[in-house]
């Protein structure tokens, strides 16, 4: 492959699904450690994980995509990513039920998401791709997590509480 012509992934489980997001917007990969609670976020805000002395805004993509919750498992994971939001960068942790593999596949490989036949919009998908057994979903984080959203929620976690 041409890398030119190739796009590289994280590829991590939830549920029965395959996801995937490109590399290029993963800082890291953490082991799962429940996060710092911070009041009054939308359902899918788990608080704030210890980044090396960062507080990072945490969710949980099962919940913001509509999954049911899940309890943590020795495999879930916490992605560390850095989105560019409106010509600035913003790190999220986004926690994932596992972490498969990272890999490459060619960009003529990616295919238009249906709109219809999965459980979730298909505006937050950039693409599929055919794999023997089924698909990967190239999940658009930005678009999961608008600017405006993610934004307010990296805020909100800094702000202090009032007792």
């Known amino acids: 492959m041409n890398a030119a012509n190739e796009l590289q992934v994280v590829e991590f489980g939830m549920g029965g699904d395959v996801f995937a997001v490109p590399?290029?917007?993963v800082r890291e990969i953490l082991d799962y450690a429940p996060p710092s609670p911070?009041?009054?976020?939308?359902a899918y805000f788990l608080g704030l994980t210890d980044v090396r002395g960062?507080?990072?805004a945490t969710l949980d993509l099962r919940r913001r995509l509509g999954f049911p919750p899940a309890e943590a498992s020795l495999a879930t994971r916490i992605l560390i990513l850095d989105l560019a939001q409106q010509g600035s960068a913003l790190t999220?942790?986004?926690?994932?039920?596992?972490v498969l593999s990272v890999t490459s596949f060619e960009t003529a490989a990616i295919e238009t998401p249906p709109e219809i036949g999965v459980a979730w919009s298909s505006d937050y998908l950039l693409g599929v791709v055919r794999r023997e057994g089924g698909f990967i979903l190239?999940?658009?984080?930005?678009a999961i997590f608008t600017g405006?959203?993610?934004a307010s929620l990296a805020l909100s976690a800094l702000a202090p509480t009032g007792t």
């Open 23 to 25: 590399v290029a917007i």
């Open 38 to 42: 911070v009041p009054n976020g939308p």
């Open 54 to 56: 960062q507080g990072v």
């Open 92 to 98: 999220l942790g986004v926690v994932v039920d596992r």
């Open 138 to 142: 190239l999940v658009d984080i930005a």
């Open 148 to 150: 405006t959203e993610a």
